[in-house]
């Protein structure tokens, strides 16, 4: 089995910051791309930002120039770093990992959700 432990959502004023950080554990053999997503209420799951191994990241066009999403491939973790946080980014961010476990089976695998509120 393979999880996704997510960490670091809360209440931030607008324009404020916050970091996210998902780490990856269990019968991983590779990681091919890990990701954030997000859910308003009413809203569809959107992708936030993405990044594989040795390629860029690609973001939404609604947090480009906002988020960042560095990585530590040693460590299965990706992190989303929030700038100049708006109102509209408020959401239940989802971590996303698609890979490879021991037995060679593809995986898609989700994280629990973290909410994120931006309010003043």
């Known amino acids: 089995q393979v999880h996704l432990v997510e960490s670091g959502g809360g209440l931030v004023q607008p324009w404020g910051s916050l970091r996210l950080s998902c780490v990856a554990s269990?019968?991983?053999?590779?990681?091919?791309?890990m990701g954030w997503f997000r859910q308003a209420p009413g809203n569809r799951r959107e992708l936030v930002a993405d990044?594989?191994?040795?390629?860029?990241?690609n973001y939404a066009p609604s947090v480009k120039g906002r988020f960042t999403i560095p990585s530590d491939n040693a460590k299965n973790t990706v992190y989303l770093q929030m700038n100049s946080l708006k109102p509209e980014d408020t959401a239940v961010y989802y971590c996303?990992?698609?890979?490879?476990?021991?037995?060679?089976?593809?995986?898609?695998?989700w994280g629990q959700g973290t909410q994120v509120t931006v309010s003043a």
């Open positions: 996303n990992a698609q890979l490879t476990d021991r037995a060679r089976y593809p995986m898609d695998v």
């Open positions: 269990g019968s991983i053999f590779d990681i091919s791309a």
């Open positions: 990044i594989a191994p040795c390629d860029n990241p």
